[in-house]
């Protein structure tokens, strides 16, 4: 279903809300746990958040951390920034230190939203956020905080009302941190048309209608959640089923009970879907589509078969949408697609140099749309112009393209992981490790795991007449970073393989993997298991 203003600048994630309440009153819209939300209902709400919001002294293009579990409270402040102009900042609930702080003073956030679970995180790094003024707590906390708090409940106890600023498709609507790899995590902003845009690829691609069902089981502080689901979900009329989190155990009851017809994924989900004892009824589901990427090869057609799903995957990033996309029609495993007509795309060599068909090349995006891609990376002049050389943006990440078009992910150029649906930037964890006081130097690197994506090994050497075991340098890390960044893998050795400019060569670590000298915290919780 496109878009039909007559002023293409009403492109506005609220407008978008608006036009469907116009058109569909108060119908059921957003189902959490035994809530139901009408499309009435969350502009409504989200309005009660725009005038609290405003009243607090929030103004266009203010910044407004949000760190928040899947709940409807997320929906509701996500529309009432917009509402203002304001900018929604997400952050990653397992965040904490140095980085949770990092995050929220280099997007200069005013103010922040919190669960209440998470206050003590704040309060630890409080001291280092200059920026921050008030802090807006969804739930009761015990946690004393230096700063003003308000609650969620007293933000919100008003009429809505609300003078609204003029808000077109080509202002920020939200900063979302990505992976830094030679350095600190950037900040993607993202303009009010793109999520607009991405919903209209992924309603037309999927062949969503108002009978569909979305189940949204993906943490809202990604992008995929909000842009992937919940925007699709409101621009095809459909219904969307919002769950806390993503549950292999309830996901098919999930599916059944609500009539869900749509899920996105990330790739270590089909195998953790596929691991489950196998039923005579697997197949007796309403989900006719799942929508991701990553889904090892030799798994893609005994999981269609099994679930009589189809798999669409694609390939995209923060920062540029969706550019690489398969067909519904002829839906084919190992490969992301083939460009999708509003982007321009081009492989290269090291040199810029393009390729030839099937040779590998860095991956360059341009898009022939208007504000579909991120406008800058905040407060970061150089990494912009370093990402956009050459009036292409470069990905960083190795593909190559067949003689039909098709395109194949190969590796990343960058040092990125990904672990556990989580990009990680093998930068922090290394910042991290370095600051303890036994370590000299110290690189992560990406080992495959067995749910295709990666768990990370930590490659170190010692300062001189120091020592640290495995178990501590773990220890240290988990007080420090979020879980799903502390290594599995531990190698201390003597010195690091160095250039003759003395850096760190990677790429023999990762040639040479997990050796017989490496430690493996994975071995470690077996026998914990085992023996409890």
Sequence with gaps: ??????????????????????????????????????????????????????????????????????????????????????????????????????????????????????????????????????????????????????????????????????????????????????????????????????????????????????????????????????????????????????????????????GCTEFNYIGGIIPILLKAEERPDDADNPLRIMFGGGCPVNLFDPFQKRFGVKLIEGYGMSEIGLPLMNSIDDPRSGNCGRVHPDYETKLVDDDGVEVDVDMPGELLIRSKKPYSMLLEYYNMPEKTVEAWRDLWFHTGDYLRRDQDGYYYFIDRKKDALRRNGENISSYEVERTINSHPAVLESAAVAVVSDLAEDEVMVCLSCRQGKTVTPEELIQFCEQRMAYFMVPRYVRIMDELPKTPTQRIQKYRLREEGVTSDTWDRGHISKRKKNVG
């Excluded at 502009?43 to 760190?67: H, P």
């Excluded at 009432?80 to 200069?108: F, Q, R």
């Design 1 to 258: 279903m496109a878009l039909q203003p007559l002023d293409m600048r009403s492109r506005t994630v609220h407008q978008i809300l608006a036009d469907r309440v116009d058109r569909y009153g108060n119908r059921d819209f957003i189902r959490f746990c035994d809530q139901v939300f009408g499309f009435q209902d969350l502009d409504r709400e989200s309005n009660r958040v725009a005038a609290g919001l405003q009243a607090l002294g929030v103004a266009k293009g203010d910044k407004v951390a949000i760190m928040l579990e899947n709940r409807p409270e997320y929906l509701f402040l996500w529309f009432g920034l917009s509402k203002l102009g304001a900018v929604e900042v997400p952050l990653n609930t397992a965040h904490k230190g140095d980085l949770l702080a990092y995050m929220i003073n280099h997007s200069d956030c005013r103010m922040i939203v919190i669960e209440s679970l998470y206050v003590a995180e704040l309060a630890f790094c409080l001291k280092d956020l200059s920026k921050l003024e008030k802090v807006i707590v969804m739930d009761e906390s015990g946690v004393s905080l230096s700063l003003p708090r308000i609650s969620y409940d007293a933000l919100t106890s008003n009429d809505g009302k609300f003078d609204a600023p003029e808000v077109t498709w080509s202002d920020p609507l939200a900063i979302l941190f990505t992976s830094g790899t030679t350095g600190p995590s950037k900040g993607a902003v993202l303009p009010q048309n793109y999520p607009l845009h991405l919903a209209e690829t992924i309603v037309k691609t999927a062949r969503y209608t108002e009978a569909d069902c979305l189940y949204n089981a993906l943490p809202l502080f990604h992008g995929n959640a909000q842009f992937l689901s919940t925007m699709p979900a409101l621009l095809s009329g459909a219904r969307m089923v919002l769950a806390p989190r993503f549950s292999a155990s309830n996901f098919w009851s999930d599916v059944r009970q609500y």
